[in-house]
């Protein structure tokens, strides 16, 4: 059964290059409410402990060490079929593959710097989401 909550995470690379405004935006405009919403930097620790499922993966060290090398922007985000709807407004992993009018396909750079993260299921926009925010900062 489908949620109304998902996760996302704004990247180091769309925050550094000033996108953040523009791809909240995009979001609000798309329907979703943000009802939570920080701007904080992870350590190299606690992206370890957040990308924890990729650990035996070779790509593991490099996210962690990019995903700790600046500001990110996490948000929980609501509305009807969240996660679905938010998938297909983030677009593609590859932003030469995301469709048009995408975020990714606005303002990623690269597969790895592909400006946002977009839960991929209920279960993980709930755990994700916990990791960033406690139930009082949730409206």
Known sequence: MATNRTFTMIKPDAVSAGNTGAITKMIEEA??????MKKTKLSAEQAGQFYAIHKERPFYKDLCAYMSSGAIVP???EKANAVEDFRKLIGATDPKKAEVGTIRNLFATSIEANAIHGSDSDENAAIEGSFFFSQFEQF
């Open 31 to 36: 329907g979703f409410k943000i009802v939570a």
């Open 75 to 77: 948000m929980i985000l």
